[in-house]
């Protein structure tokens, strides 16, 4: 439960100057725990102009960079491109187990057309089963 302890007008805006915030944690009939969060505003400024230097974000280098707005992806690296300890780290290093022979993935199966096909099918009969239905009903 939020409850305003102080209320003021600034700037032609009511602001809750104090507040408190209690949540209360239920297990059976009584609260077991309770969490209470105090806010105070010292200081609070309307329609103010904010520097831009404020919230820009700073990346180390090499970040690699999502920019949904300019809808960009990058690295930060002077060239834009990845660094070369990524690079590194995406090459393939092919590894083996001793005493076991590797898989191939056409051995194990599964190229069979018959589940697809047999979706297909049942779906085609359902189908003509409605439609049958369909106009025996009008």
């Known amino acids: 439960m939020w409850r305003a302890e102080a209320l003021d007008g600034i700037q032609g805006f009511h602001v ?78 092919p590894q083996s187990t001793p005493g076991l022979t590797p898989v191939v993935a056409s051995e194990l199966g599964g190229s069979s057309p018959w589940p697809p096909m047999a979706g297909l099918i049942l779906g085609s009969v359902l189908l003509a089963a409605g439609v049958v239905l369909w106009i025996k009903r009008r």
Do not use: C, M
């Open 16 to 93: 809750s100057l104090d507040s408190r915030d209690v949540a209360d944690r239920y297990e059976g009939p009584s609260a077991n725990e309770r969490l209470i969060n105090h806010y105070t505003i010292d200081e609070i400024k309307f329609n103010h102009d904010v520097s831009k230097v404020a919230f820009w974000p700073t990346y180390d280098k090499g970040v690699y960079i999502v920019d949904l707005i300019t809808k960009k992806n990058y690295y930060n690296t002077p060239d834009k491109k990845a660094p070369q300890e990524v690079i590194a780290a995406k090459t393939a290093v």
